[in-house]
């Protein structure tokens, strides 16, 4: 299986901070890694496909980048709605993986 | 607007099967174009993929869980279903059905509200 490690494991920023959270698979997969937003009780929602697309009606200060085995998931400048817990997952191969995820929480 | 909902029995007993139906709304479950999906997730813990099923009935699973997972589809119902047998107390988590429409490799673009599975004896 392949391994995906974010990181941090959590992150305290504050209101107009700008974020990265980092994602690496433990071998090469192209550019199919997706991106998801969870908030408590409530089902993920995907943010960013093929590592840097916009899923449709996603705010634009969500980005993402990288190809191979390093991502990168950026939000430009934090919102209060913003602050979740963020996941990587791997669609190059089975079994689909996902990271441990990374808690936003505010400053 | 796409919508998934999750039903099935919040209580399993140890040893027994666990059995999950999603149904779909609003959107093409009857085009060739979705895999349709099940993962899971522990209370306070992260997202596991269970596995995926086409229109066809091809299915593809998790191998840590493939020997007791069954999924089946019925177009006529726009619905599909998680069949986990041997349940332990390991298996309690909150169960979410998704959709994966494949040929944009966009990972899962729609998911249910999700639902309690716990496992007692």
Known sequence: DIQMTQSPSSVSASVGDR?????????????????????????????????????????????GSGAGTDFTLTISSLQPDDFATYYCQQTDSFP???????????? | QVQLQESGPGLVKTSQTLSLTCTVSGGSFNSGSYYWNWIRQPAGKG??????IYSSGSTNYNPSLKSRVTMSIDMSKK????????????????????????????????WGQGVLVTVSS
């Open chain 1, 96 to 107: 689909y993986t996902f990271g441990q995820g990374t808690k936003l929480e505010i400053k």
């Open chain 2, 79 to 110: 619905q599909f279903s998680l069949e986990l047998t041997s349940v332990t107390a390991a298996d309690t988590a909150v169960y979410y059905c998704a959709r994966d429409p494949w040929f944009q490799r966009k990972g899962l673009d729609y």
């Open chain 1, 19 to 63: 974020v990265t959270i980092t994602c690496r698979a433990s071998q090469g997969i192209g550019i199919w890694l997706a991106w998801y937003q969870q908030k408590r009780g409530k089902a993920p929602e995907l943010l960013i496909y093929a590592a840097s697309s916009l899923e449709s009606g996603v705010p634009s200060r969500f980005s």
């Open chain 2, 47 to 52: 997202l596991e993929w269970i596995g995926r």
